[in-house]
């Protein structure tokens, strides 16, 4: 059993950065791969990015790419979300996800979740 708590969300301008950070139960930690989704008001939950349990691979769907990265330390338990140049459409609930074997980006492949931290990205 995994237990993820995100934190750092809240509320930026076009053009900030943000970090937001996920820290998980367990002492098997870097056995999962781990991911961020977000789900923005009134459209389906996406995929933006995953790490491996090594942190040596990593994924992004293509509207973040150059300027999210994502992170892990094993030795903390914890993933991160370095967000920058954010974008109004960046706006949603980011969830952190784990699950035991490869990175994916099919949410119903991921077996723990998280409560998810809001986001808001003003003009």
């Known amino acids: 059993q995994v237990q993820l708590v995100e934190s750092g969300g809240g509320s930026a301008q076009a053009g900030d950065s943000l970090t937001l950070s996920c820290a998980a139960s367990?002492?098997?930690?870097?056995?999962?791969?781990m991911a961020w989704f977000r789900q923005a008001p009134g459209k389906e939950r996406e995929f933006v990015t995953a790490i491996s349990g090594s942190g040596g691979t990593t994924h992004y769907t293509d509207s973040v790419k150059g300027r999210f990265t994502i992170s892990r330390d094993n030795a903390k338990n914890t993933v991160s979300l370095q967000m920058n140049s954010l974008k109004p459409e960046d706006t949603a609930v980011y969830y952190c996800a784990a699950r035991r074997i490869g990175i994916t980006t099919i949410g119903t492949m991921y077996d723990y979740w998280g409560q998810g931290t809001q986001v808001t990205v003003s003009t």
């Open positions: 367990g002492r098997t930690f870097s056995m999962y791969s």
